[in-house]
């Protein structure tokens, strides 16, 4: 901001000129939502690990970092831990099956291609053979190096293979890179970034850590879905999220009621004209089978009808969808959700060609669809419409030779939610506890050349825009409920760019090729 403020002559010749100040809001909604998980659950987890390093180290995390206490001593293939939530840790050994793709060199791409997919069959053929298809999904850990060490080596990444190809077996895939053996010569500094009472270094327990927490969450592990204030009832979350297939799109719809776990849906094709709801954990295994594909040139209506479903319109239960302004206001999917084209609390449904003002619907009203509410967002790199946003105080100085007072600006991190316009507000996240760079740190004085290579988190705003709301509700309390949501994990601290139904719908795009 110093910098900006110094040049912000010269970018206003440009047309670039900062906004105005925008005040903090004021809600009754809760800033956090409570994490609450729905009695003592139990899961199973694979580990696939060749390592007996990175299986100690896993079993660390467990005891230190997630609370749990092993139920009986661990073994090198079983290790089964109880607290809040029963957890079992079954080991496998995959060999060379995590090993990688071999790369032909041959200089034509046809024959490199074909090799390559020869060699995918390969390994899908033998790791079918060695983990048959189990009864029930569960989460895996695979242990495998990461895309940088299989460039440096000249090999095939299997990653996306085992993205692609473990859901078919009924496992969905956390990948883990190797915890590499301790130094035995090791110096202060390295000491020092050990974990208490071991040679492991603090870096990879929070690494086993953050994957047996994401192992969890593809295994079903979420916490309740709390409602909103002035909500007495039961409510549903809503979303639809079209996420990218090459020249394809597959819709994926999400609901999540505050008394069970969420469930997702795929849009109906002609492979396969029947989608029935599924637990979240069974979506990979859709996903991979190719199934919700559709063509958004020859599939708009019948897309635009599948979100219109989304809505509910006959249901009078209160409900509330989350829409993603990028992809679904484009194309003609869904105008009513542009900038030009949006009118608060007039509905205009999905597929409604809005480009000629003649034969316009008039827009349904709150008291059309008792319980519907429909909040628009839209992130930070989108066109770049959302700016980043920066806490701003001001300091009056007094001068103590002429007791001239002058004012001072000071700008900082800033959390929360701030309003833009009467419908219109920015959920800016707190710095997580991941960047340590001091606040003070500057890289304008030359003396502290140190400071050039550090790094530093700047914020990133997301615009929610309550668009259709029921008479009574206050948008400030409706926008910072979703707010809340982007740090409403059972699986991570750190807050997500998405509410948490979207950023689940989001990760799923991992299991699409």
């Not at 559709?294 to 599948?306: K, M, V, Y």
């Not at 900038?339 to 609390?345: A, F, G, K, L």
């Not at 806490?391 to 001072?408: M, Q």
Request: glycine residues 6%; proline residues 9%.
């Amino acid at each position: 901001m110093e910098i900006l403020n110094q040049i912000a002559q010269q970018l206003e010749e440009k047309g670039l000129s900062p906004l105005a100040p925008r005040p903090k809001s004021r809600t009754r909604a809760k800033s956090r939502h409570p994490i609450d998980i729905p009695g003592v659950l139990s899961y199973t987890l694979e580990v696939w690990a060749t390592s007996e390093r990175t299986w100690q180290a896993l079993l660390t995390a467990a005891s230190a970092k997630l609370g749990l206490t092993p139920a009986s001593p661990a073994t090198d293939t079983t290790a089964t831990f109880t607290g809040p939530i029963n957890v079992t840790l079954n080991r496998c050994d995959p060999g060379d099956l995590t090993a990688g793709l071999p790369r032909s060199t041959d200089p034509d791409p046809q024959v490199r291609r074909a090799a390559y997919q020869r060699g995918e069959a390969e390994r899908t053929a033998r790791i079918a053979g060695a983990f048959p298809r189990l009864p029930e999904t569960i989460a895996c850990i695979v242990e495998m190096e990461g895309g940088a060490y299989f460039s440096r080596t000249r090999q095939g990444d299997p990653k996306p293979l085992f993205k692609a190809f473990l859901p078919t077996l009924r496992r969905n895939v956390q990948c883990l890179r190797p915890v590499l053996p301790a130094n035995p010569n090791p110096t202060k500094a390295a000491l020092a970034k050990r974990f208490a009472g071991t040679d492991f270094s603090t870096t990879d327990i929070e690494r086993c850590a953050a994957a047996l927490h994401d192992a969890l969450r593809q295994a079903g592990h979420l916490p309740t879905l709390p409602a909103p204030h002035g909500i007495d009832g039961p409510f549903e979350l809503v979303t639809v999220w079209i996420a990218p297939a090459g020249e394809r799109v597959v819709p994926i719809l999400i609901r999540q009621h505050t008394d069970r776990q969420p469930a997702a849906q795929l849009m109906p094709t002609p492979s396969n004209p029947t989608e029935q709801p599924m637990p979240l954990t069974a979506l990979p295994e859709a996903l991979v089978a190719g199934r919700g594909r559709i063509s958004l040139r020859t599939s708009r209506a019948a897309l635009a009808d599948f979100v219109t479903q989304a809505l509910a319109l006959d249901s009078t239960a209160d409900r509330l969808l989350l829409v993603r302004r990028a992809r679904m206001s484009e194309h003609g999917l869904w105008p009513w959700l542009q900038d030009s084209r949006i009118t608060i609390d007039q509905l205009v449904l999905p597929g409604v060609d809005m480009k000629s003002t003649d034969n316009l619907p008039s827009g349904r009203k709150p008291g059309d669809h008792p319980g519907l509410r429909i909040i628009r967002l839209r992130e930070a790199s989108d066109r770049s419409a959302v700016p980043r946003a920066f806490g701003v105080t001001e300091e009056t100085a007094v001068e103590d030779d002429t007791e001239e007072a002058t004012t001072i600006t000071r700008y900082g991190r800033h959390s929360g939610l701030v309003d833009i316009a009467e419908r219109a507000f920015w959920g800016i996240n707190p710095r997580s506890d991941q960047n340590q760079t001091a606040l003070g740190v500057t890289k304008l004085d030359p003396a502290q050349t140190a400071n050039r290579t550090r790094t530093c988190v700047n914020p990133s705003s997301l615009e929610i825009v309550p668009a259709f709301l029921q008479d009574g509700d206050d948008p400030a309390d409706w926008a910072m409920y979703v707010h809340a949501q982007r740090r409403f994990h059972a699986h991570t601290t750190i807050a997500t760019t998405w509410p948490a139904i979207v950023h689940h719908a989001e990760l799923m795009e991992e299991y699409i090729r």
